[in-house]
């Protein structure tokens, strides 16, 4: 792979031209959310959340939260879910195709079902991993993260965009790791000094904060990888694309076992 330093200097010449763009893809979901807290019961919501988190392992927990309550729970965390994942996608397709922020998100939508399906196959087949050991679990995670972009860039659905992202990973996993880590890193300490930041008792100005680092590490997150993704793409541009086949069985191997046994698992609680 090319060195972290023409990754770096592509990632910044590309982050430059297309951060106004990401932004605003991504300033939409979070103002629609803003809206749905205004019309949901946010509050009775986060009760709820709240008690989810402090009943966990202590199953005489009282549930005195209404049912209705839970539905409300239910139906924002799903809206805030497919909104912010309907901006993955159009930040891809801004990247790809340098599309508006408009057209980026009818681009999104139209590819809303095959991203979710592929999600649901590369949560499966990683769950499957995990199960069968934590190694195999990390390996197969590094393996499906450019999935995305194999997907929408590249019209390759469901297991195939899994598979073409592995193959692009495969030979450079270490790498590939190695410059993910790195980026982590980077934004853990960006974090980390701006928690130095004196606490500000204005509510409205902490969220602003908040706003304006996602504004700011999101898009150079996603042009970093996209960078990397570009990279790895022309050094395997000789592949054949429809003929992926390598470790496709182990795969759907780990697939199945990731469908299966919690399915089995959920059953045993539940039902005997």
Known sequence: MPSLSFLFKESWQLYKEKFLALAFIILLPIILIYLLNLVL????????TEFYINSLGNPDAEFNIGFDIFWYFVLYSVLAAALFLLSFIAMIFNLWKNSGVIESYSLAFKNLLPFIWMTILASAVKM???????IPGIIISIWFIFSGFTLIEENKKGMKALLLSRE????HWWAVLGRIILLTLIVVAISALISLIPDSENEFMKIAIIVILQLIITPAFMVYMYAMYKQLKKIKSGIDKENLERSRGFLILAGVIGLVAPSLLFTWIFFL
Do not use: H, M, T
């Open 41 to 48: 019961p946010i509050s009775e919501i986060n009760a709820l």
């Open 128 to 134: 499957g991993g995990f199960l069968l050991a934590i």
């Open 168 to 171: 692009y990973i495969r030979g």
